[in-house]
């Protein structure tokens, strides 16, 4: 089955600078990769989303990449703020078994 | 508009005992899917269901279950609770489905013990 591996699981950067979190799947037919990012106390908010037949969505500070070769994904945060510190999950969609298969977050902490 | 409400937030039960956890979507939205939490777990697949049918299910034993009313509102039932069992169950709500951007609920904190 599909499997999503994310890292790191805990990254940490100064105010204003970027930071990159990684994900790879296993299964070549998954076609649908978006990012949550969750506050505490509160469920998961979408922020960015991407399909397959795209290589690059940008939305503002935020952008995520998809490398269909290499099964691997990335999003991409420039300009760090404080409110940029939460919990950040990949996970990718297959046409197949019709369900999300997720990372398994990584904690961005921004440093003032 | 108004957001995903689940209730009730907390919950402590013991071992052995039932539990129902309520999930009303956004206005609109057919689409409900509940997910277990738990630390470095991320979120696993409970099910999904869409104009009262449930469409997809994930590797859970059957003491999950769920269902969708007319309405759309949701609930899911964990019965013989075990202390594995703890964890935050979210509710996701969309138009169509996991495809589509997902509405997410606070969550039902439930601790067992």
């Known amino acids: 089955g599909e499997n999503v591996e994310q890292h790191p699981s805990t990254l940490s950067v100064q105010e204003g600078d970027s930071a990159v979190i990684k994900c790879t799947y296993s299964?070549?037919?998954?076609?649908?990769f978006p990012w949550y990012k969750q506050e505490l106390g509160k469920g998961p908010q979408l922020i960015i989303d991407i399909r397959s037949n795209v290589g690059e969505k940008k939305d503002q500070r935020i952008a995520v990449t998809l490398n269909k070769t290499a099964k691997h994904f990335s999003l991409h945060i420039t300009e760090t703020q404080p409110e940029d510190s939460a919990v950040y999950f990949c996970?990718?969609?297959?046409?197949?078994?019709?369900?999300?298969?997720w990372g398994a977050g990584t904690k961005l902490i921004i440093k003032p | 508009k108004a957001g995903v409400t689940q209730t009730p937030r907390y919950l402590i039960k013991t071992r052995g005992q039932q539990v129902t956890l309520s999930c009303s979507p956004i206005?609109?939205?057919?689409?409900v899917s509940w997910y277990q939490q738990t630390p470095g777990q991320g979120l696993q697949f409970l099910f999904e269901y869409f104009s009262e049918t449930q469409r997809n299910k994930g590797n859970f034993p059957g003491r999950f279950s769920g269902r969708q009313f007319s309405n759309s509102r949701s609930e899911m039932n964990v019965s013989t609770l075990e202390l594995g069992d703890s964890a935050l169950y979210l509710c996701?709500?969309?138009?169509?489905?996991?495809?589509?951007?997902?509405?997410f609920g606070p969550g039902t904190r439930l601790t067992v013990t």
């Open positions: 206005s609109g939205h057919r689409s």
């Open positions: 299964d070549s037919a998954s076609n649908y």
């Open positions: 996970a990718a969609h297959m046409d197949s078994n019709y369900q999300l298969i």
């Open positions: 996701a709500s969309s138009f169509v489905g996991v495809k589509d951007e997902q509405y």
